[in-house]
C-alpha cells in the first residue's frame, strides 16, 4: 500500500541521500522531455540546499513510496526518509511520485507553491494522456499537499507545469489532471534563450550611466532606489489570476538574500541604468547556481520605474546588462528567461535581442474553502 514520507532536513556534513538523487534525476527528466534542452534542469546542490529552509522560505519535500514504513513522523504526521546520508550508506526506496512544497515566510503566507514529479513509467508518451495510475498518483500526492496547507494554516495552491514548444500553454495531460483536482489556470507564460552578445551595444539614450552590483552588494547612495524598484516589480509584472503579495525589500531583506546566496555557493547579478542626479531608473537581474550547467544564466526581473517608461529605458538595460554579464562571467554562454505571454512590452524587447523560444509554462491556482 503505498504511503506518503516526508525527506529530513539535510545534514550539510553529509552527502544527498539516493532517495534525494532519485527525485533531482526524475525532476530533470520530465524538464528535459518538455523542453528538449539538457539545461532545463535544477541541480542537485541547489535542491539540497533549499531544503535547509531560510528565513524567506521554507522547502518541504514529500515522496509516495510504495510501501509502509517504520519510521520516526514528521511534524506533518509522515514517516521520514533521508535527504543526506554518509556516502554510499542511503537506503533507497521505490517511489512512485514527489512533490515538493515551498512555503513563503515574508509575505504570500496563505500560500503555498509546490510541483508535481511523477516516475518515469507514469510519463505519458507524446501526444497520450496519463494513465489512471499516473492520475491516481497526482491525486494521492495532492491530497498531501491540502493536508500540509491545512496543517500549516494556508489556503491558496499554486502549481507550475512546463510544456513543449508547440503545445499551447495550459492546455496538454497534466493540465487536464489538475483542472479535474478543482485547479484553474491562471497565468501563462514562455520559456526563453537569450543569446549572449560578442559586443557592446549602443551609446545609452540620455545622460544615463550603467551601474552593476554583484551579489546585493549595493552601493548605500543607490539603496533607496533599488529598494522601490525591487518592491514595485513584485506586483508590477504580471501575475494574471495568481494571488500574490508586494515584496516590501528593506536593507536586512538585502543582507539577508546577500548571506542565503554565499551559503548556497550562488551568483547575482544586478545592472542599473542611472541618470544624471545618481537615481535609478530601471533594473535587470541574472544568477547563476551552484552545479548548474556551466555557461547557462537566468534572468530575473526587467524592470522600469513607471513614470519613465515609453523611453527605451527597458530595451537598454536589457542589452547592457546582456553586455555586463559577458564582462561579469565571461564563459556565459546562453541567459535563460521567462514572460507572461500578455508581457508585450518584454516580449518585443527580449525580440529584439535575440531571444530563442524554448518551452512554455502555465501557472495554476486552487483556493481552498
Partial sequence: MPQIAQFDRPVASEEPSDDLRTFVFMANLAAQEATGDAAASVSLERVFSRLKGSSESDSILLALVDGQLDAP???????????????DASPVHDVLGFTHLSVPLLEERD????????????LPMPGEDLGEQARTVIRTLVDAVVDA??????HVLQIWIVHPVGQTPGTGPMARSLA???????????????????????????????EVVSDYAVPPHLI?????????????????????ERAVWTPQRLSDAAARLHDRDGHHLLVLLVDAEGSALALTEFMTHAGS?????????????ARHRGRGFGLAVTRWGLTALRETWPDATRVYTSNATTHEAM?????????????????????LG
Fill in 111 to 122: 500560500i503555498i507553491e509546490f510541483e508535481l514529479v511523477l516516475d518515469v513509467e507514469y
Fill in 224 to 244: 533607496d532606489d533599488v529598494l522601490t524598484l525591487l518592491s514595485d516589480a513584485s506586483t508590477d509584472v504580471p501575475h494574471g489570476g495568481l494571488r500574490t
Fill in 347 to 367: 516580449l518585443r524587447i527580449n525580440d529584439a535581442v535575440g531571444r530563442e523560444p524554448v518551452s512554455g509554462s502555465s501557472a495554476w491556482q486552487r483556493v
Fill in 180 to 210: 479535474a483536482l478543482g485547479f484553474e489556470r491562471a497565468l501563462t507564460e514562455v520559456q526563453s534563450a537569450l543569446p549572449v552578445p560578442d559586443s557592446r551595444p549602443a551609446a545609452l539614450p540620455e545622460d544615463l550611466r550603467v
Fill in 73 to 87: 513522523r514528521s511534524a506533518l504526521g509522515h514517516p521520514l526518509i533521508s535527504s543526506s546520508a554518509p556516502e
Fill in 149 to 154: 496547507a491545512r496543517t500549516l494554516g494556508r
Fill in 293 to 305: 550547467t556551466p555557461g547557462v544564466v537566468e534572468q530575473g526581473v526587467t524592470f522600469v520605474a
